[in-house]
DNA sequence: AGTACTATTGTTATTTTTCACAATAAGGAC
DNA sequence: GTCCTTATTGTGAAAAATAACAATAGTACT
């Protein structure tokens, strides 16, 4: 089996000057596995079994790397801290503003919205990270049921 | 000339228990007048000059307690640090991931993609603040000369 | 393999953001 | 106005995120 995905892209990423550092491949093979969205402190931790002292420093500014690159998604959860996601798993997010409570939404929703906005803007969309917020159904069944 | 709209919609509030204190409607004021962008620092420098002592603590709480309420935006701004403003301006924003430029986006562009998630979540919307990422045509530009 | 170049790392210090808890003051009832 | 309840504030301390700079180590070249 040869290397996923991202790390393909990394390595294209040496033709524009980048470079491939144990650091770098550890971070996205963290995101890789994982597949889910992680913290920069738990990517900090996981990334730190492979490289011994990795520095929280070092996490950040790969993360912002990696995500300026598209590698890596960032995913605004609530309304707090960034979370970050491996860039292979196209979905956005819908938060309850309320209750927390989350629904995943394909990106094939957003393709005509994407379109939309490529055409009048004339930049390139990312693919990357939406999160919107509203309120979910049961959350709107206790506003109303309190107001009447 | 009465209080401007998010002071009605504050006041508006009490009804459910939350309490309007002079902290809390200088945030809200300084996001009105300003209507832009402004960190967390810059309001409570702002909201500083009316309110002598208020804490940096209170300010982020107050933030975000507003942006729950829907009083203010949330804007994720480039791949860092939160902003807020008014949610008297509906517009949503689109950067370029590479020199930060920035378009607006109206509100009206999403109202298609907002009535299909509603539709299909269950979920009500906020009008809330979206951002989206992208590479903007003069650095596409770029990339594409690069590369051939 | 050895060298040079410079992107990237770790270090240290600073700033930004959050947390827990006691003190305060807003709003309702009298 | 006075009293009561409790949402909200300030305080002090911790955690998360960023910045500057010298040291390190990828990468291309020979």
Known sequence: MSEPASIQHLLALRAQGFRMTPQRVAIL????ECGCHLSPS?????AGEMIPNLTETTV????????QQGLVLIAHVGSGR???ESAAHHH????????????DINHEELAPLYKHIQDK????????????????????????????
């Open 29 to 32: 093979r963290v995101l890789d």
């Open 42 to 46: 738990e990517i900090h931790q996981r």
């Open 60 to 67: 950040y500014r790969n993360l912002d790397f990696l995500a």
């Open 82 to 84: 960034i979370v970050y």
């Open 92 to 103: 956005h997010h819908l938060y309850c503003r309320h209750c927390g409570f989350s629904v």
């Open 121 to 148: 803007t004339g930049f390139i969309l990312d693919t990357s990270h939406v999160t919107f917020f509203g309120v979910c159904p049961q959350c709107a069944n206790k506003e109303n049921t309190k107001e009447n």
